[in-house]
């Protein structure tokens, strides 16, 4: 039977909304708030200075701890990866520049979503998962980072994109194995994206997962050691800063222009670490194309297994405080 979202609605997007839609077979836009999107704050300034972090770590693993996906799946990932390039950026129509500012923002769900999930007010979702929903993906109806409208080289100004994802409850894992864990992972992704993984396992995208905390770019073979496991009542955050680049190095010949991003995480309002994207390039990762502030990026939530979860883009209803 198909599973259904509360207020879903099948109906094809105008035309400018369209373009920045992410491109999902049997892909569903929930709506449901009807609210005033409240005023967006410029807060970017108030991000910390990326010399207090802590060294990035080292350690990788071979395979997650937990939540494992098949190998089937990554494969057809990879291929799908291999012959689908990255949706180049379009300029995006007032409107539409605004609705994101604003955070009306809506979730759009994949077909191996089965559960439900809906907006509650401007810039919040609330949402849950059957138990033994296998990898998903839930992306944003509309980019968090327009490199259009919020690249430094065009504003001249650096950008920080941001979100919180609260863990409510957790249920039976995706898979057969009782080992399996139900969790998630917050990241950032650009598209096309593979919609049955997670955010960070594929090219263009980063994520920090739930289960075992460990951190991952562009990365299928178990990401890096990071930060402790999410419980349940705790509240997560992930954001990127882009910035004018410090070194000659991201304006080389051919390449584009290449925005110096850092990378930060926070947990329960405060401020965990974080890392330096251009740092994490070595041997056992991806490239991280898609992530230097050239490409469209969405909000995106990997989801495996039972879990009910919120999510808030809204600035009011984070715990951090950047101010």
């Not at 350690?59 to 990866?81: Q, T, V, W, Y």
């Not at 077909?111 to 609330?126: L, Q, S, V």
């Not at 995208?205 to 990071?226: L, M």
């Not at 050239?294 to 995106?300: K, N, P, T």
Request: with cysteine.
């Amino acid at each position: 039977m198909t599973n259904k979202t509360q207020n879903e609605s099948k109906r094809q997007p105008p035309g400018d909304l369209a373009s920045h839609l992410p491109s999902y077979p049997g892909q569903r836009v929930a709506v449901g708030y009807g609210l005033n999107p409240q005023q967006f704050d410029n807060w970017q300034e108030a991000i910390p200075d990326t010399a207090i972090f802590p060294p990035p770590p080292i350690m990788g693993f071979l395979s997650s701890n937990s939540g494992n996906a098949s190998r089937d799946e990554a494969e057809r990932a990879h291929k799908f990866c291999e012959t689908t390039p990255l949706r180049l950026p379009c300029k995006p129509s007032a409107a539409v520049y605004s609705s994101a500012q604003k955070h009306d923002i809506r979730p759009v769900l994949p077909e191996e979503f089965h559960g439900a999930c809906t907006n509650i007010a401007p810039g919040r979702w609330k949402g849950s998962t059957r138990p033994g929903n296998g990898d998903c993906l839930i992306s944003t109806n509309l980019p968090l980072y327009f490199p259009t409208e919020d690249s430094p080289f065009v504003t001249e100004k650096s950008k920080t994109i941001y979100f919180e994802v609260k863990l409510l409850a957790l249920r039976e894992g995706p898979g057969l194995a009782s080992t399996d864990s139900s969790g998630f992972s917050i990241g950032f992704v650009a598209h096309p994206y593979p919609y049955w993984r997670s955010p960070g396992w594929e090219r263009g995208s980063v994520g920090v997962f739930s289960d075992d905390g460990c951190r991952f770019v562009n990365d299928s073979w178990g990401g890096k050691e990071f930060t402790g496991a999410v419980s349940v009542g705790e509240t997560v955050g992930l954001g990127m800063a882009f910035h004018l680049p410090y070194s000659s190095n991201l304006l080389s010949e051919g390449k584009g222009k290449k925005c110096h991003v850092k990378i930060f995480f926070t947990r329960n309002g405060r401020w965990i670490g974080g890392w330096d994207l251009h740092e994490e390039v070595d041997e056992d990762a991806g490239s991280v194309e898609g992530l230097e502030g050239d490409f469209d990026l969405y909000g995106a939530i990997g989801l495996f297994g039972g879990v009910d979860f919120e999510v808030y883009f809204d600035q009011a209803g984070w715990l951090w405080k950047p101010w």
